[in-house]
């Protein structure tokens, strides 16, 4: 699952950390990242998604 979380992150960023923590605040902030410019979108799940101290979705 990580690679394909790794995946997501790059190509669709807001998928990514969808993928790992839901319709939480880091995703509406992804997706609003991602919707300025793609590059600080995927910057921000790339940072995101390898944070191991980061929420888990319950």
């Not at 609003?32 to 998604?49: D, E, K, N, R, S």
């Amino acid at each position: 699952m990580a690679l394909l979380q790794l995946i997501f992150c790059i190509l669709v960023p807001p998928l990514g950390v969808f993928l790992k923590v839901g319709l939480g605040k880091q995703f509406w902030i992804n997706l609003i990242l991602t919707m300025i410019f793609w590059l600080p979108g995927a910057i921000h799940a790339l940072f995101f998604v390898e944070d191991r101290g980061a929420v888990q979705p319950a």
